[in-house]
């Protein structure tokens, strides 16, 4: 068997023996998988001033965006004392507007310098939040301003995010992209576990007004990093006004006709809209089929963190090893087996956590595995100029399934029950692992260069 030159071992092609003892398990793979993950911890952006400074932007803006999603909900509960109608609302005003000016944003960033906004983003968070501890201090806290906290910081954390896709690769080299992108995974694999939990500490330590008083703090320190990179940003090239519609276009057009991104799109939709049902019946069916304590629950969840920040460290060895397309597959593969843990759990609390912990551990860090991989197959394929419109389409489509997704859920449940809902979740893993099959010769083997020109051609 040939080697190829992207060998983590750095043997040569003809006399690479990690890769002639065996393809995948043995020695010698264990051997160069070790070099790659020593490499990844040992060296290369680890020491690129700019990119520590914008990584730990993203790691406080993680965490803060956590402690809003923790915070604002217990304000509306502890202060105004909302009720779950009232909290429904809530939710939607933190997710739906983001959503829907994604697409309007896409050909911004596209056309605009991207750290500026990353800056405005966070104070603009900063000083949103601060109105929340202001009211209260004045009694005149209302849901209204919650709602509008809520919408403004929800819009300004889609817009974070389209930006910051678009600048990390002008910051760093290509061929860095993917281990970039497995830092950014493992920061934000940080944050969703420390997040939620400072978050209620900071509540019942503080009250939940001086909590979001705290977390814009996070959001000014993030700013103050982003300001501190030196690297000259690049300046879009200039283009032709257009309109939103033609963004829209352009945005859908850019992912369906680079074959592996259509690929890659298609079976985000098909584990997300299924995946998004376990926001409205895993916390049901843990408590009140499997018999789990609160307690219990939240060490099983906790584990999910765990799990993406081992993802995150293995993704690029795993790529450097094995290639992007089996990377992408076996991951997926991994992802889709675990999902079925849940609805196998039996109905013994101390057994079920077993599989509710695996499945965390194990399917949340293939999934990461896999989303690293894929978001960096996607900055390097796609054109420069087109990145930010692709990235909300991305963005749209994820934004509107989730929902879509929970509230099917919901309905299959109610319809035929938790566990045979579940197993749908699970069925869902494994459609978009079939459809990867299907098409995985529009998968490159190995991480390639983004196109050059806007249009690509499909195969």
Request: aromatic share 8%; hydrophobic share 55%.
């Amino acid at each position: 068997m040939r080697c190829s030159t992207a060998c983590a071992s750095g043997c040569s092609p003809k006399t690479c023996r990690c890769c002639i003892e065996s393809p995948l398990l043995g020695a010698g793979t264990i051997r160069s998988f070790a070099v790659a993950l020593k490499r990844q911890f040992g060296r290369g952006l680890w020491r690129h001033r700019d990119f520590l400074l914008l990584w730990s932007a993203q790691g406080i803006s993680a965490v803060g965006s956590r402690i809003t999603r923790t915070a604002l909900p217990m304000a509306a509960i502890l202060v105004i004392d909302a009720s779950a109608y009232e909290l429904g609302f809530l939710a939607v005003a933190l997710s739906l507007p983001g959503v829907l000016v994604a697409w309007f944003a896409g050909g911004w960033v596209d056309r605009h310098r991207r750290r500026p906004l990353l800056i405005a983003t966070d104070l603009i968070r900063a000083v949103a939040l601060t109105a929340i501890p202001l009211a209260a201090f004045q009694h005149v806290l209302s849901l209204p301003v919650l709602y509008a906290v809520a919408a403004v910081t929800g819009v300004c954390t889609v817009l974070f995010n389209l930006a910051d896709h678009v600048f990390i690769t002008d910051l760093v080299s290509r061929k860095r992209l993917l281990d970039a992108n497995s830092k950014r995974e493992a920061i934000d694999a940080v944050a969703e576990i420390s997040g939620p939990a400072l978050g209620g500490a900071l509540v019942a330590l503080w009250t939940a007004p001086i909590a979001i008083l705290a977390d814009a703090v996070t959001f000014v320190v993030s700013a103050f990093l982003i300001a501190r990179i030196r690297k000259a940003e690049a300046r879009p090239k200039p283009v032709a006004a257009t309109s939103f519609v033609d963004d829209v276009r352009t945005g859908i057009q850019v992912v369906f006709r680079t074959p592996a991104v259509r690929t890659l799109f298609c079976a985000m939709t098909m584990f997300t809209l299924c995946g998004s049902f376990m926001a409205s019946l895993y916390t049901l069916y843990a408590l009140r089929e499997l018999g789990l304590s609160p307690a219990q629950l939240g060490l099983a969840i906790g584990c999910g963190g765990v799990g993406g920040l081992i993802g995150a460290a293995l993704a690029a060895p795993a790529a450097t090893r094995w290639g992007t397309r089996r990377t992408l597959l076996g991951s997926l593969a991994l992802t889709a087996v675990m999902q079925a843990f849940i609805p196998l759990a039996p109905a013994v609390p101390w057994i079920a956590m077993l599989f509710l912990v695996a499945q965390q551990l194990v399917g949340d860090g293939a999934m990461t595995v896999y989303l690293v991989n894929e978001t960096t197959l996607r900055q390097r394929l796609l054109p420069q100029e087109a990145l930010g419109r692709s990235a909300a389409t991305w963005q749209v489509a994820a934004g509107l399934l989730t929902p879509a997704g929970a509230l099917l859920g919901a309905l299959l449940a109610e319809a035929f029950g938790l566990r045979p809902t579940l197993w749908v979740l699970a069925a869902g893993f494994a459609a978009a692992l079939l459809w990867l099959l299907v098409a995985r010769g529009t998968l490159p083997e190995r991480h390639v260069d983004r196109a050059d020109r806007l249009h690509v051609e499909s195969r």
